[in-house]
């Protein structure tokens, strides 16, 4: 936890108390005192400092000043076959560190049906696992996601409309006939949308539909790797790219 998340409910005043893992991290992780100054943020908002007012058993009384824009959000989107819960929960989590604009979970061939009706999914509250991600990367501003359990109606009559801002459109497959450099020339600045399948890939289906939609194929190379690998590793092959173009 590099970062004290707020929520601006938990604000009266200039002052915050905290309980359950926040004052536990700031208890026994970093062994802060009274007096000491902690790097803190208000989710959706401004970053800045909390100096710890007062600590007693479980509580820590922080008095806050927010001052700081966070660092601009890379105009990335990511698509991405919902993998098992356990699974998504962790991904998110590595993904919002990584920096992403909005997540479409969607169904695929290879995507159990059972995901769908999982508690995770159902509550349709990601919170918890996305400010994880939040307060690793220093960050307080959640993206925007949205479930799609109908692949069809998602890629033919949802996408064409959110991606018509995105030029760079990207579609990682086991069998690709490129690397991400070839696929996403140009990148620069422009807004990518990153599309990651089930483990086992994409269908054959699923990829006519993405190229019918301007997606570009391209692989790892001859490595399958699992869901929760893929995601950081492109993302971080996209952020290296967006920085070399």
Do not use: Y
Not at 19 to 26: D, L, N, P, Q, V
Not at 57 to 74: I, R, S
């Amino acid at each position: 936890m590099n970062l004290i998340l707020l929520h601006p409910r938990e604000l009266t005043g200039q002052h915050v108390t905290l309980t359950g893992r926040r004052a536990e991290h700031i208890r026994k992780i970093l062994r802060a005192t009274a007096g000491d100054t902690l790097r803190v943020g208000m989710l959706g908002g401004l970053l800045g400092t909390g100096c710890i007012r007062e600590m007693a058993g479980n509580t820590v009384v922080l008095e806050v000043h927010l001052a700081t824009e966070p660092p601009p959000l890379p105009p990335t989107d990511l698509i991405l076959a919902v993998p098992r819960p356990i699974m998504l929960k962790r991904v998110l989590a590595q993904a919002v560190s990584m920096g992403i604009s909005r997540i479409f979970l969607v169904n695929a061939n290879r995507v159990e049906k059972s995901f769908f009706s999982s508690t995770l999914i159902q509550s349709n509250d990601f919170t918890e696992s996305l400010c994880l991600g939040l307060e690793q990367a220093i960050d307080t501003r959640l993206p925007e996601i949205s479930v799609h359990p109908r692949f069809r109606p998602f890629v033919e009559d949802l996408l064409p409309e959110l991606l018509r801002d995105c030029p760079i459109r990207l579609l990682a497959h086991p069998e690709g006939d490129r690397t991400m450099a070839q696929a996403a020339r140009g990148l620069s600045a422009q807004r990518a949308v990153l599309a990651i399948g089930p483990e086992g890939g994409w269908v054959d289906f699923e990829v006519h539909r993405f190229k019918e939609q301007g997606f570009m194929p391209f692989s790892l190379g001859a490595r399958i790797l699992r869901v929760d690998t893929a995601v950081p590793a492109l993302l971080g092959q996209l952020s290296l790219l967006r920085r070399l173009d």
